[in-house]
Every structure is written in structure tokens, then in C-alpha cells.
């Protein structure tokens, strides 16, 4: 398989993943916002939540990780083995490894929802959701721009990044209380 080959499948995986990590933390959201529904829509709502979650999760989301997982080894050891001087490399498989952090957080979260146990609000998971947009940022300008001064640019895009998505949950979460 050539290079262009494995970046391909590479880069679709990585839509794949992040668009489950996106869409299952959202679920969450409306699941455990369903919980404040009359017994009869909370029933209906948790199973089909359930349901869906279930399908995304197994479905799509871990298969997504994993394929982004073995077409990114593929890509290390045909393109930059030894790794060598490759500083945003590292700082980039640093972050992967965050990220696998953040997805087994949300399968714990995952499993704790379809037992029907809800240790976290919906407000924490609007903030929750908004960590994967965080990684994708930092992950996307390390493996584009792949320099030190571009890894210090794609830094000042996060940090500017996350305040601009705290403002925003503070101003939607004002805006639903009025």
C-alpha cells in the first residue's frame, strides 16, 4: 500500500472517530437531560438513547479508533521510522494517547448511562463534548504545520480555542436559563 493510500484511509478514520466522539457525548447529553422527563418520556427516551449509543459506540466510534490507530502505525513506521527528530510527532502521538485517555472516559460514561447510573450532569457534558474539539485542533495543526513555531501557533489556537468555548457554554447556558 503506498503512502497516499494509508493517509487516505488514515484521514477518513479520523473523520469516522471524531464524528462518534462528537455524536456520543451529545447523546449523553440528551439522555441524562431525559432523566427530567415524566417516567413515561424518560422509559421511552432512555431506551432509544440506549439504542442509539449502542450502535454508534460499538458501530462506528471503536472500529473508527482503531482503524485510525493502525493506519496511523502504518504511516509512523513507512514514513518517519526512526523517530528521530521528529518532535511534533511525538507531541502528536502524545496527544493520540490523550485522546484514547478521553475516549475510555467515555466509554466508563458509556457503560455507567445503559446501567442507568448518571454521575454527571448535562452541563458538565456540554464541557465534556467540547474536550475532543480541543484535540482535534491541536492534533490537525501539529500534523500540518510540523514546526516549532507551528506548534506554538496551534497552542495559542487552543488556548484561544477553549476560551471562546467557555464563553460560549457560559452564554447558552444564561440563554436556557432565561
Known sequence: MTYE?????????I???????????RLFIYHTEAQDKSQTERDILSAQFKIMSRRLWYGITWPACIFTIIFGLAL????YWPLTGYYWLHLKLTLVLLLLVYQFKCHRIYKELQ????????????????????????????????????????????????????????????????
Not at 473523520?15 to 457525548?25: P, T
Not at 509512523?76 to 514514513?79: D, E, G, K, L
Not at 465534556?128 to 506554538?152: P, R, S
Request: net charge positive; aromatic share 20%.
Open 5 to 13: 493510500y494509508l493517509k487516505a484511509f488514515h484521514l477518513i478514520s
Open 15 to 25: 473523520v469516522c472517530w471524531f464524528a462518534g466522539l462528537f455524536y456520543i457525548v
Open 76 to 79: 509512523v513506521y513507512t514514513t
Open 115 to 178: 446501567n442507568n447510573i448518571f454521575k454527571h450532569s448535562s452541563s458538565f457534558l456540554r464541557i465534556w463534548n467540547e474536550v475532543a474539539t480541543l484535540f482535534l485542533f491541536a492534533i490537525v495543526f501539529l500534523a500540518v504545520l510540523k514546526t516549532l513555531q507551528g506548534i506554538f501557533y496551534g497552542i495559542g489556537a487552543i488556548v484561544s480555542l477553549a476560551v471562546i468555548l467557555m464563553m460560549a457554554i457560559k452564554f447558552y447556558r444564561k440563554v436556557r436559563k432565561d
